[in-house]
């Protein structure tokens, strides 16, 4: 069964470094989203991407976050500078089309800023 | 506004029992209101969904009951077995709005053998 794929599993970082979360998205589907889930809370949308641009974004997607479609398998999500409060597991998901709302969600990076 | 609230926070239910999760909304222009499961370190997996035109939708052990004048909807797991262990997340979107997920606070829900 297809299935969204993440690296890394968990990423350390220090405060005010760079990271990249890496996603692959079901194959065939066109629609891709961010979410985040701080421990113990509850999931959260960051944004979402259609067509190389983002159709949609939250207040939390702010200047320091970018999400890049590099090439035809791979979704990024970049963060400039973190924080400790970027401190999360961050799921990538996916869906078949804009008309279509299942959305498909991978295992989740786990982001450690010390 | 786009909250989703979720109770109880936490539950637990004997084997062969039913678990009962409630969320309600306020923003009645959401058209999709999914469930998802969650398992430690895993990622949220669709469990079962319904749309605001439809009272009740049933797949196998778990039933969504939607009651749209309240803006209330809840999830039953009937026969609840100890694989049902897991963390349960209502949410609602609106595809106006593409589609994202806005989801309650998550009950975890632990079932007792």
């Known amino acids: 069964e297809p299935e969204v794929t993440q690296t890394p599993s968990h990423q350390v970082t220090q405060m005010g470094q760079e990271v990249i979360l890496r996603c692959v998205p079901i194959s065939n589907h066109l629609y891709f989203y961010w979410y985040r889930q701080i421990l113990g809370q509850k999931v959260e949308f960051l944004v979402s991407?259609?067509?190389?641009?983002?159709?949609?974004k939250s207040e939390i997607f702010d200047d320091q976050f970018s999400v890049e479609r590099p090439d035809g398998s791979n979704f990024t999500l970049k963060i400039r500078s973190t924080k400790l409060e970027d401190s999360a597991m961050y799921f990538c998901?996916?869906?078949?089309?804009?008309?279509?709302?299942?959305?498909?969600f991978g295992p989740g990076t786990r982001l450690t800023v010390l | 506004q786009q909250q989703v609230k979720q109770s109880p926070q936490s539950l637990i239910v004997q084997k062969g029992g039913i678990s009962i999760i409630n969320c309600a909304y306020e923003?009645?222009?959401?058209?999709?209101f999914p469930w998802y499961q969650q398992f430690p370190g895993k990622g949220p997996a669709l469990l079962i969904a319904i749309r605001p035109d439809v009272s009740e939708k049933k797949e196998g052990r778990f039933t969504i009951s939607f009651n749209k004048s309240a803006k209330q909807f809840s999830l039953h797991i009937m026969d609840s077995q100890p694989g049902d262990s897991a963390t349960y997340f209502c949410a609602a979107s609106l595809k106006a709005a593409g589609n994202k997920l806005t989801f309650g606070g998550g009950t975890r829900v632990l079932v007792k053998p």
């Open positions: 923003n009645t222009a959401f058209d999709y």
């Open positions: 998901a996916s869906s078949a089309q804009p008309s279509t709302d299942t959305q498909y």
């Open positions: 991407f259609y067509n190389n641009e983002i159709s949609e």
